[in-house]
């Protein structure tokens, strides 16, 4: 509200396209925040938060910032909602939040919690903002385009910062590197090489024949049959005591095989009702 | 920034200022022309790979089997569309969407002629233009990441999943390389719109060599060389093409991200794969190989870089760049993920940004010491480049000795391996290989008949002397080489 009446107390007029831009993509970027705190399932939240993101990109897109909203996409969007992404799918997908709370009134201290520190934020960045002189684009950029303007703030004026914040992403990086290294005893590691030579000298280069899974039984300690009857010895499971399945009985006869047109079953409806009556 | 004073070179002013049935036309031509592209280039891979291999490929439908792809397509559209029952619908849904939009919108901002009229409008040949041009090609690649992911997490099945988490592990990597080795051309170019760095093109580098006056070539991929290796090698693993095309590898796996996918989204992901080839063969063009306007010889013309001419060398060059897809897939082995990897991130992404700090570094010291671009290229490019490339020929060499030792002994005859035997044999018993296979000393591993002879080409017009026709294998191809055989015998 303060921030709408100062846009309208300032001389600056909401161009025409803009309003219809910021009017139909705001709400689908608060619909979009909602849904990402609202939704059960985790992925389903990521994704409205890249809705939200998207609307942001284009918001600075309007605002003629078109280096921030690019950036806004291909970093924001496109590196790091990718890589929650990745995390969340490796997850599962049916975990979804469960509804029992496992700490009583948790939710709706978080409810108080959250919307007095958007309320305290909101009011504070309204007060810091309510009388600010606008100075326009073309005088904020001093004359240069979009990006030369950028750079120029970016390596002069907050070189520090901007210096800072890269040491400090670096350090996060490597930190993580180190907390995810396993040091191996150099050599101890057979390589893909050596590997491959041991395996071709061995009777067999190939995999060992699967089990059984799906001669009689579905279990992995059925041993896989040999074409002449009998079990593959080289398809036991490691640790599995071999089960033994009874097997089909072996036809011994003319008539148990049946004729061949009967095992290719029939095109007509089923026999049980009778068949076609003449 | 120098501006170019010809009436056809579009600049950035230029832009936005189109009639809104201007607007339509451009925007429906880019959407039909990529169209037909993937259409073509369909055709266009499945030919070439199929002459690299010695077959025929699609000849049926169509003049010499060239409708093939559509009759593909219209097939594709007709079929069950299946919702698998453990799939998350509206994701599902939304995926092939996602991975096909972005695609198209990227081309937009790709400048494929320049200023012309139509219909009595002066417009340039290019939908839009921004400072930041490039940048939305790259934020479009980095959105259709996200259709693969998705689809291959809302399929609801193991395989999709893994498919799909190889693939955007896959891109997000190669986008970081094909991201810095763009770098370059904007430092060079002094601007990240499209049109500008086509401007930058547009004339050679004068150079005074010993009294000579020397026209240098201008385009980036000869002025900056690292960085066009980067971006072609960064291309292919980013579109997911062989020899990369480890997430959707046909011989290996099922199918990747898009398993469970049929008919219309099936079509979606196939397009918008061959979409994206295309919008990264068109930014090559645009950015390494001057773009729109016309290669040495042809630019002499006067007339060759204005009006609708321009259009022609555009595709010309963006088919070459097909063109190498199609033969990289027709020629290299696919690599290994880890190799793949280790490949991206410790020998693309270093040698990206040790090439940005070169770069910067000769513009500066040569803005200070008022050397022009050619003077920098000749007197210090070719000689670095010339070292550079010598100490990485003495490396590969060393690195590969042992191999090219035992190449060598086995071209003379021998077949034993010469590298000492691994200490991580196998006690030798029962389970040793019976006689008749290759031996111990052979390594184990299957050796074919070392005797084997290639045989000539059935192409070949000539036939090889004392041939008696037999030897010879027809690929049933219509031409005069089977006549001739069946002549003979």
Known sequence: MNALAAAAATPVHLGNGEAVVFWVLGPIALAGALGMVLSRNAVHSALF??????????????????????????????????????????????????????????????????????????????????????????????????IPAIAELLFTRYLLAFEVTSALLITAAVGAMVLAHIEREPGSRQTQKELSRARFLTARPQTLPGPGVFARGNSVAVPALLPDGT??????????????????????GREQLGSPDAALGTLDPAPSDGGPTR | MTLHAAASQPTLQDFGHDVWWIVLIKIVGVFALLVVMTLFAIVFERKVVARMQQRIGPNRVGPRGYLQSLADGLKLAFKEDIMPALADKPVYFLAPVIAAIPAFLAFSVIPIGPTVSLFGQRTPLQLTDAPIGVLVVLACSAMGVYGIVLAGWASGSTYPLLGGLRSAAQMVSYEIAMGLSIVAVFLYAGSMSTSDIVAAQAHGNTLSFFGWDVTGPSWFAVLLPVSFVIYVVAVVGETNRAPFDLPEAESELVGGFHTEYSSLKFALFFLAEYINMVTVSALAATLFLGGW?????????????????????????VVVALFVFIWLRGTLPRLRYDQFMRFGWKVLVPTALVWILVVATMRTVSRQAHLSTGQVAVFVGVPVALVVLAVLLIASRAANRDTRLMAEEASAGGVHATDPEPDVLPPAGPRRRPTGGPTRSEGGFPI??????????????????????????????????????????
């Open chain 1, 49 to 146: 938060l890249v809705n939200t993101m998207l609307c942001l990109g284009v918001f600075y897109v309007v605002q003629q910032a078109p280096f921030l909203g690019a950036v806004q996409i291909i970093v924001y969007t496109g590196a790091i909602m990718i890589l929650f992404l990745f995390v969340l799918m490796l997850v599962g997908r049916d975990t979804s939040d469960s509804v029992v709370e496992t700490l009583r009134g948790q939710r709706v201290a978080a409810i108080v919690l959250a919307v007095g520190f958007a309320g305290l934020v909101g009011a504070g960045i309204a007060r810091a903002t309510q009388n600010l002189p606008v100075t326009g684009l073309a005088n904020a950029r001093n004359g240069n385009g979009n």
């Open chain 1, 231 to 252: 079990v593959s010895e080289e398809s036991f499971a490691t640790g599995l005591e071999p089960q033994e399945v009874d097997q089909m009985p072996r036809p011994t």
């Open chain 2, 293 to 317: 306007r016309a290669p040495w010889p042809i630019s002499i013309w006067d007339g060759a870089n204005s009006g609708w001419w321009p259009m022609l060398w555009f595709f010309l060059k």
């Open chain 2, 448 to 489: 074919p008949p070392m005797d084997l002879k290639v045989p000539p080409s059935p192409r070949l017009r000539r036939q090889p002397v004392g041939t008696d026709g037999a030897s010879v294998v027809s690929t049933g191809r219509r031409g005069t080489a089977t006549v001739e055989e069946n002549d003979d015998v």
